[in-house]
């Protein structure tokens, strides 16, 4: 057994396990973790300092996640969208293929909390033989995001099958990768692993990091490894609060993906996923800090800040508005607050 999944064979799945300090505060936990898999392995475990910190608030159970009486079990409507089982085909030229159901940690947050690490989540050599045949007979499908769960949880023959027969079809020109693990168990980054991705190019990965106390010399290490195998890196960031929801924690995690090579990609407005809306901030908040980022710091750490739509509506830009006016002259709003025009011509 490789030394990455000795740790992951060891995690803590009871909250009763955990460390008496950083114990749930509700009284019966297990009431969570009776719906909602709870999951924090050593590595995770020893960046959490204390009780109700940022990485704390992403791993362990809270009370809050029963008493939602806001959010729903499918917001994006994944479920409507699959033509086959764990294949979420919403965009003409891209789909979402679920490979696994296994995480290395299970966020607290998550959008896809229905089902990730339970029973709900059924995925076998036959559901992902029906999601390869669905790909291969929609030739209009050119980027496929191979996802879960968290795909590099797969063994390192089963991801080498999986990427080897999605090159074999013709159509895919770039396959993508949407993987927590460079934060929540950067040891499954072996060199072996990076030599077999890299076999696969055009292949990009999308991580997930929330907060710069994870960015360690471990994460920077498995980062370092993925790009010097040529594999570009981006950061789907989560708007969480308590997390990253002032502009200096978020421009501090930002700018330190810069520094292990990961380009910050997405800045998601939380999903109206059930059990996570204790997580959410408001839309203001998430431009307010927009606005504290753009101009303020380099463009390379700027993400774009989006909400995914409910029911499938895709991926909705929330930029800060800068336009005061458009007609025959832009009038605009600089990043210091300064009015400024612009000639349309026309
Ligand atoms: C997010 C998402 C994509 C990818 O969207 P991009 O904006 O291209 O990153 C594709 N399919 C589904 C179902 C998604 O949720
Ligand atoms: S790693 Fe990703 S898919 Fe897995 S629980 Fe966390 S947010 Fe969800």
Known sequence: MAHWQSILKQAINSPADLPERLQPTMPDPTKVTAIYPMRINSYYLSLIKDKGDPLWLQAVPQAQELHDQVCVADPLAEEDLSPVANLVHKYPDRVLFLVTSQCAMYCRFCTRKRKVGTANMV?????????????????????????????????????????????AIPSVEIIRIGSRVPCTLPMRVTVKLCRILKKYHPLYINTHFNHPGEITPEAALACKRLADAGIPLGCQTVLLKGVNDDAQTMATLLRKLLTIRVKPYYLFQGDLTRGTNHFRTTIETGQAIMAQLIGHTSGMAVPTYAVDGPDGAGKIPLTPNYIQSLGKQLCFTNYQGRTCFYDNGG
């Open 123 to 167: 995925i076998t050599d036959r559901s992902i033989q029906e999601g390869l045949d669905y790909i291969r007979h929609h030739p209009q499908i050119k980027d496929v995001l191979i996802s879960g769960g968290d795909p590099l949880l797969l063994s390192d023959e089963r991801l080498d099958w999986l990427l080897a027969s999605l090159r």
